[in-house]
């Protein structure tokens, strides 16, 4: 079974430009996820989709980022536009139902 | 809220003996799920064990096991004979609700494990 995909696995992009990452989900899996990890430590929640609905958005900056997951499967994240407190491992995860929740391999960003 | 504390930033193994990495957690949630994860220098974080907190006995999966000690609101993960590939960052989680309900986890800030050979 093929994991959760992520693509870019690296970015370097200017303060003030926009950068978009996406995730495949394992296929199948409802629930989908997008989490910021900051340098020395854990990761933090940004949104959580079911379906093509979105759970939870409480911690998202909705002033700069931006997230979509149409049709149920695949998803983007959008940042517009970066600052230097951006600079971290993005990571996608997934569940079905009943299920532990599956991470990409991340992608990360750096803001010069 | 819930919240998450791993104290041990860092620890040292030798090679084939165990090490207990540190997790205390806070929620006042009756229902709630614990989770492990390992993050290699890759970056991809492996999901290692899971406990539910009616569980009523501890978790194990091969060489992890879960001490799960609900009074103390701990829950420490122990490796048997560390090999060299355990070096990594580990990451002790929680969720509101058991694992099906399909909601976010909640991070500690994660123990660096490194095996000496």
């Known amino acids: 079974e093929a994991g959760v995909a992520q693509s870019p696995r690296y970015k370097i992009i200017e303060k003030r430009q926009s950068v978009a990452f996406w995730c495949n989900p394992i296929?199948?899996?409802?629930?989908l996820y997008w989490y910021q990890q900051i340098l020395g430590q854990g990761p933090k929640l940004l949104i959580q989709?079911?379906?093509?609905?979105?759970?939870?958005d409480s911690q998202l900056p909705k002033d700069r980022f931006s997230a979509e997951r149409l049709k149920g499967v695949d998803s983007t994240l959008k940042i517009q536009p970066a600052k230097l407190e951006d600079s971290a491992v993005y990571l996608c995860?997934?569940?079905?139902?009943?299920?532990?929740?599956?991470f990409g391999p991340g992608t990360r960003l750096l803001v010069l | 809220a819930q919240k998450i504390t791993q104290t041990q930033p860092g620890m040292f193994v030798q090679e084939k003996e165990a090490v207990t990495l540190d997790c205390t957690y806070d929620?006042?949630?009756?229902?709630?799920?614990l989770f492990w994860y390992k993050q290699p220098s890759s970056g991809e974080m492996i999901f290692l064990i899971y406990?539910?907190?009616?569980?009523?006995q501890n978790a194990t999966e091969g060489r992890y096991s879960l001490n799960f000690q609900k009074a103390r609101k701990s829950a420490n993960l122990v490796i048997s004979a560390s090999q060299l590939g355990d070096s990594a960052m580990y990451f002790c989680?929680?969720?509101?609700?058991?694992?099906?309900?399909?909601?976010?986890?909640?991070f500690g800030g994660g123990t660096r494990l490194m095996v000496k050979p």
């Open positions: 989680a929680m969720s509101r609700g058991l694992r099906n309900a399909g909601n976010m986890l909640t």
């Open positions: 296929s199948g899996h409802a629930t």
């Open positions: 989709f079911q379906n093509n609905g979105v759970v939870d």
């Open positions: 406990q539910g907190s009616y569980d009523q």
């Open positions: 995860a997934s569940s079905g139902l009943g299920e532990t929740q599956y």
């Open positions: 929620t006042s949630d009756p229902s709630y799920g």
